[in-house]
């Protein structure tokens, strides 16, 4: 067990430009969530996937985002047309309901910082 | 809808007092309350969680929680701090996703 893992971990990029993170879960977990966090704030949902279907978005996840997890094992998550209140930090976590003495306990990964300037 | 307040954002205590970060719920039906800990620059960190059975609910690193429900509180407890539990604290209830408080700043002093 790794650990969730995320890349990259700082990202500074244009307005306007595209960016993609990737999040690896822990392997055996069915269930990866991406969350947002600003400087101050507590983390705030953005959508989750139960293997490779995605289940909820939030109403944070405007049509600029995308996430995908096309083999139910990584996750990406793009973000188009970058704006300067995109900047935050994007937290992965994974979790699993299925076979585990701790079926309600996500993992986050390290997270990646995103910085639009 | 489901949500978690942290009504102080900064907890300042010396180190060897005991501590209490304090987080109130608003949960229809059955609450699952967390508390995990973000240090600078990394993800967060699992600390404890009430789903059921015993109110008090211990957790890593000598943190305690007591989940009250006629209160909807589930403060966050430990005996004696340290200099290095000194880290953001958020309190969250989950649905299918972590709803998160806005996160308390625990400052330990030697």
């Known amino acids: 067990d790794t650990g969730v893992s995320q890349n990259p971990r700082h990202k500074i990029t244009k307005r306007g430009q595209n960016v993609t993170f990737r999040c690896d879960p822990i392997?055996?977990?069915?269930?990866l969530y991406w969350y947002r966090q600003t400087l101050g704030q507590g983390p705030e949902f953005l959508t989750y996937?139960?293997?490779?279907?995605?289940?909820?978005k939030s109403r944070l996840l405007s049509d600029r985002f995308s996430a995908e997890r096309p083999k139910g094992s990584f996750s990406t998550l793009e973000i188009q047309r970058t704006e300067q209140g995109d900047s935050a930090m994007y937290l992965c976590?994974?979790?699993?309901?299925?076979?585990?003495?701790?079926?309600?306990?996500?993992?986050f990964g390290p997270g990646t910082r995103l910085t639009v300037t | 809808a489901q949500s978690v307040a942290q009504p102080e954002d900064q907890v300042n205590v010396a180190e060897g007092n005991p501590l209490t970060v304090k987080c109130t719920y608003s949960?229809?039906?059955?609450?699952?309350l967390f508390w995990y800990v973000q240090y600078p620059n990394r993800g967060l960190q699992f600390l404890l969680k009430?789903?059921?059975?015993?109110?008090l609910v211990k957790g890593s690193y000598g943190f305690e929680a007591e989940f009250n429900k006629s209160q909807t509180s589930f403060h966050l407890k430990k005996p004696s701090a340290l200099v290095s539990d000194s880290a953001l604290y958020f309190c969250?209830?989950?649905?299918?996703?972590?709803?998160f408080g806005t996160g308390t700043r625990l400052q330990v002093f030697p």
């Open positions: 996937f139960q293997n490779e279907a995605q289940l909820e």
């Open positions: 009430y789903i059921t059975g015993d109110n």
């Open positions: 969250a209830v989950l649905t299918d996703k972590l709803i």
């Open positions: 392997s055996e977990h069915n269930r």
């Open positions: 949960v229809s039906g059955n609450p699952y």
């Open positions: 976590a994974s979790s699993s309901m299925v076979g585990t003495l701790n079926p309600y306990e996500q993992y």
